[in-house]
């Protein structure tokens, strides 16, 4: 090495730790291991001869750039490539694997403060297996997607705590085993970083406790035992004594000692489990993700980076530290996603911009809103205000507080049901309305008050939404079942027309219903809110039964493509012309041509959680359910309910008012971290699909891949999961096996048709490679 190069070196070292105020001394300079090369200084390269001089071949270079970073390694066609050392300014610095100017492979990251990452990078991220180890002395080792912790892994706290199981966003989420250094243990499960769900506490003294808990507190069934032998078996709550009720059993005994009394508020109250803190765990202020190599351009030197996205506002700099991951913009969140786009064509967590360049290919128009508005005049205008005024009724109709999800099987009987009338000159407890006089029905209302509960759906604004100045619109014709639907003016939710024998289905499994979403949030299975029936007075006594359910593709992101796949291929195929495609066609499984491309973790989820809701469907005997999939292609229109620049020109906005944005503008509302909590299993996934085609006509379900990728994002839910094995499905079965395929057909038993189906999906469905 030059004395010339030496002097740079040092004179560059010391700028950095002046700049960031180095504690701690190093015993040799950063760049002591590092081969001998010549230095090139980006500002003495010609611009012209750096992009005309483009070579394939790979080259050992020492880089001192114009802004003070430093790069040494592997270096092809004027990026990192292959093996290199790359230190930031500010201190930061990674050794290992590049890939077109991008942290790729095994590496090492090292922050100023002393903290460290080791092991698997993806475009920058830290993805797959490594080990962090913060300033601190805290240490975690195991599962990372997209800079999260997530999967399996174990952290160890510098408070000498210990935690051992799974992580979904940066969080303790799943089934785990906390160590406390005192020597008293949880296992059990975790949801959010906070002890839920059925888990056995361990006390240091002796003590235990086996049964629920609920944010981070025994609640609902459990049992305290003593070091001693005795025990105490009851119904737990924090809240009101009413809530709470138990047995106390002495040592040996197999039945309650008379006249003692044990108060669950000594455990509340006491020291043993107010000691039981989650340790805060240590994050980086900043993300390998966020860093860059400066790259000179043709023009004086452009810096090519990563969009760096501030984590709440709160990432301090001078300790790389945050409070536990408690950042509003998290909760309900199942999946961090950060780093990303520069607006130039930058290369995506999910692949290559090269995935973009076939979006000419397809001729995208943004769909427009779908149905008539149901105005004065329209046929069915007084059915919806009989609507509008029931709901308003039942959803404002005054009721005991829910403090509890645990529900009496009272609740869930077939005879639990509530009659109002409604005459037009009011009563005691209707308003008086323009509408006929008319009888409301309501199923089953404290399920399915408790279930908006459980969706998170706002009571106030459940009533806005359906009962607001809007009116509702009917879509253009009813489905192949003869049902309606309606649409709220904002899309939230779809009202659906129902048979009697749809109700009773939903009234035989809805207590199977409520405690299979109760138990996964992921569940893809259609979310119902409410189930209700309009009988009208007068000669005709109609009834009109419906179900109000959640709009699936409620969702920002303009829907181009929809799928409704069954994983059957007699008569399911689209009789339309090319022509007459657009983005409110519902194509079906023989009109399907892509392969979805999931990222590896949440394809796991995504297996797990359609096995979950098959065996649900096949236990209560339902079939002809499918899989509902819209794909929202990137680098294309988004609705307009975020900021965006005033337009210059009328040409700027295509269909409904839709703004075209840029691919730069796409993908920062996709890489806002403000936004990662609208991203969950099946809602504003990004992802990748890959065309395929079919070389053997209908007789070939799935077609070949043919390499042809798009980025996108994803939005599916089952749907339809109301339809009995009936005589009626079973005849159908047995007149189209004589003149079908018997396996090509819908209606089979639904043991069979969980498996048909699931084996589809699970083709169509792949792991990202």
């Given amino acids: 090495m030059s004395k010339e190069y030496k002097g740079i070196v040092k004179a560059w070292e010391a700028t950095v730790r002046k700049s960031q105020g180095f504690t701690k001394k190093r015993s040799h300079t950063i760049f002591g291991t590092m081969m001998s090369a010549t230095v090139a200084h980006a500002d003495d390269e010609d611009p012209s001869s750096t992009t005309t001089a483009t070579t394939t071949t790979q080259q050992q270079k020492e880089v001192l750039l114009p802004n003070g970073d430093f790069y040494t390694g592997q270096w092809l066609e004027g990026l990192p490539h292959g093996s290199g050392k790359y230190l930031w300014t500010d201190g930061c610095m990674y050794c290992g694997e590049w890939q077109k100017g991008k942290t790729t492979g095994k590496g090492r990251f090292t922050w100023p403060s002393g903290a460290s990452y080791e092991g698997d990078f993806k475009v920058g991220y830290m993805d797959g297996i490594g080990t962090y180890t913060g300033s601190s002395g805290d240490t975690y080792k195991g599962c990372w997607v997209m800079n999260l912790k997530h999967g399996q892994g174990i952290q160890n706290y510098a408070t000498g705590d210990c935690y051992d199981g799974e992580w979904k966003k940066g969080l303790q989420d799943g089934h785990g085993k906390y160590q406390w250094k005192s020597g008293t243990n949880y296992v059990g499960e975790w949801n ?13 003294d002796g003590n235990r406790y086996d049964g629920n808990w609920e944010d981070g507190f025994p609640k609902g069934n459990g049992t305290y035992r003593w070091a001693d032998g005795g025990y105490y078996v009851g119904v737990w709550s924090k809240g009101e004594a009413k809530e709470r009720s138990g047995t106390y059993y002495t040592a040996g005994s197999q039945e309650a000692e008379e006249g003692s009394e044990w108060d669950q508020q000594e455990l509340f109250l006491g020291e043993s489990l107010s000691a039981c803190k989650i340790s805060v765990t240590e994050v980086a202020s900043i993300y390998p993700s966020q860093k860059a190599c400066y790259v000179p351009g043709s023009d004086a030197g452009s810096f090519k980076q990563m969009k760096a996205h501030s984590y709440d506002g709160n990432s301090s700099a001078a300790d790389g530290r945050l409070s536990n991951y408690s950042m509003s913009s998290w909760e309900g969140s199942d999946s961090g996603v950060g780093g990303g786009f520069d607006g130039e064509g930058e290369e995506s967590y999910y692949g290559y911009t090269n995935v973009n360049e076939n979006l000419n290919k397809l001729r995208l128009q943004p769909a427009k809103k779908q149905g008539e508005t149901i105005s004065k005049g329209h046929k069915n205008y007084e059915l919806m205000l009989n609507l509008q005024l029931g709901i308003r009724h039942s959803v404002g109709r005054p009721g005991p507080p829910l403090t509890s ?48 509960k459980l969706f998170n759906v706002d009571p106030a604004d459940y009533m806005i939404s359906i009962c607001g100045d809007d009116a509702l619109r009917e879509l253009s014709s009813p489905g192949k079942s ?72 409620n969702t920002e992101y303009a829907i181009h493509r929809r799928f409704d796949l069954k994983g059957s291929s007699h008569g399911r195929i ?60 990137r680098e294309s229109f988004h609705r307009a309910d975020i900021p965006t620049p005033p337009r210059t020109s009328d040409s700027d906005v295509v269909g409904g008012g839709a703004p075209r944005l840029s691919k730069a503008e796409i993908d920062k509302l996709v890489l806002d971290p403000s936004r990662w909590a609208s991203i969950k299993l099946g809602m504003n996934m990004p992802a990748r699909v890959e065309k395929t085609v079919r070389r053997d006509g209908e007789t070939q379900l799935v077609g070949e891949p043919t390499g042809e990728l798009y980025q996108v994002i994803l939005t599916f839910g089952i749907i339809d999961i109301l339809q009995d094995y009936d005589i009626s499905k079973k005849l159908e079965h047995a007149y189209k096996s004589m003149q079908y395929d018997p396996t090509s057909i819908s209606a089979v038993d639904p043991k069979q048709y969980s498996r048909r189906f699931r084996d589809f999906i699970f083709k169509v469905f792949v792991e990202e490679s």
């Fill in 482 to 553: 003869g049902s309606f639907f309606y649409l709220t003016n904002d899309d939230r939710y779809m009202i659906k027309t129902m048979k009697k024998a749809e109700v009773k289905v939903l009234i035989r499994m809805l207590p199977a219903y409520y405690n299979h979403v109760r138990q996964f949030e992921n569940t893809l299975v259609t979310k119902y809110f409410g189930l209700h029936c309009v009988k009208l007075t007068g000669p005709n006594q109609k009834k009109v039964r419906f179900i109000i359910m959640g709009n699936l593709f």
């Fill in 192 to 204: 959010g970083g906070i002890m839920n769900g059925n888990g056995v506490m361990n006390f240091e």
């Fill in 405 to 452: 999800l645990d529900l009496k099987s009272s609740a869930f009987d077939p005879r639990e049901k509530v009659w109002t009338k409604f005459p037009p000159e009011g009563s005691k407890y209707t308003v008086p309305h323009q509408s006929c006089e008319f009888r409301w029905k309501d199923y089953c209302p404290l399920v399915f008050r408790t279930l908006r």
């Fill in 574 to 633: 689209t009789c339309k012309p090319e022509s007459e495609i657009d983005a409110s066609t519902t194509l079906k499984d023989l009109d399907l041509n892509y392969l979805f491309r999931l990222q590896r973790v949440w394809y796991q989820e995504f297996c797990r959680q359609v096995d979950r809701d098959c065996e649900l469907l096949e236990q209560e005997r339902v079939m002809d359910y499918s899989l509902l999939v819209g794909i929202h292609f």
